[in-house]
T-cell receptor, first 111, second 113 residues
Framework: DVKVTQSSRYLVKRTGEKVFLECVQD?????MFWYRQDPGLGLRLIYF???????EKGDIPEGYSVSREKKERFSLILESASTNQTSMYLC??????????FGPGTRLTVL | QKEVEQNSGPLSVPEGAIVSLNCTYS??????FFWYRQYSGKSPELIMF????GDKEDGRFRAQLNKASQYVSLLIRDSQPSDSATYLC?????????????FGRGTSLIVHP
């Protein structure tokens, strides 16, 4: 079974802090994605990567950056966390076009 | 920008009912769709991916795509309380060798015993 893991299930940070969210997949997938999910707004794509050191902006990249130094690991970085970044963050990976495997999610609260 | 619309619900049905969940899309060129199921507090899981006009069936789930009318449906027959979840429709856009989905906001389904 494909396994996508995220570093934390719950995270509480203060405004202005630098936040790292880590995602690791164990199936040698080329493609990895970061989404945020908010009530009433659904899933929105922040960034995705289709190869090591490659990244593409999604629909809402402002306030975020990403890093993919190794194929299995895709990190989301909040350079200076703000309260409007309080959300559920979901990582996903895929190899074939017809599949996306999601991690368990990180619920981030910024105070 | 592709738009994907779903009725948010909640849709409440008795156990055993046939459920029809609908999703409309704005880009007439779209030819494929994802359906995901998301239980409360959990992450989405892929139920079905369909491509081109026609139906696809997997157990109690059936996906139907109608390109002329620009909607895709997910039918669940013999619904069970364990089907209670939010169902997300997504339209993929080819990019970098993968498909990048734009998600609808989901339809909440409640199946009561």
């Amino acid at each position: 079974d494909v396994k996508v893991t995220q570093s934390s299930r719950y995270l509480v940070k203060r405004t202005g802090e630098k936040v790292f969210l880590e995602c690791v997949q164990d199936m040698d997938h080329e493609n990895m994605f970061w989404y945020r999910q908010d009530p009433g707004l659904g899933l929105r794509l922040i960034y995705f990567s289709y190869d090591v050191k490659m990244k593409e902006k999604g629909d809402i990249p402002e306030g975020y950056s990403v890093s993919r130094e190794k194929k299995e690991r895709f990190s989301l970085i909040l350079e200076s966390a703000s309260t409007n970044q309080t959300s559920m963050y979901l990582c996903a990976s895929s190899l074939q076009p017809d599949e996306q495997f999601f991690g368990p999610g990180t619920r981030l609260t910024v105070l | 920008q592709k738009e994907v619309e779903q009725n948010s619900g909640p849709l409440s049905v008795p156990e055993g009912a046939i459920v029809s969940l609908n999703c409309t899309y704005s880009d007439r060129g779209s030819q494929s769709f994802f359906w995901y199921r998301q239980y409360s507090g959990k992450s989405p899981e892929l139920i079905m991916f369909i491509y081109s006009n026609g139906d696809k069936e997997d157990g109690r789930f059936r996906a139907q795509l109608n390109k002329a009318s620009q909607y895709v449906s997910l039918l669940i027959r013999d619904s069970q309380p364990s089907d209670s979840a939010t169902y997300l429709c997504a339209v993929p856009t080819a990019s970098g060798g993968s498909y990048i989905p734009t998600f609808g906001r989901g339809t909440s389904l409640i199946v009561h015993p």
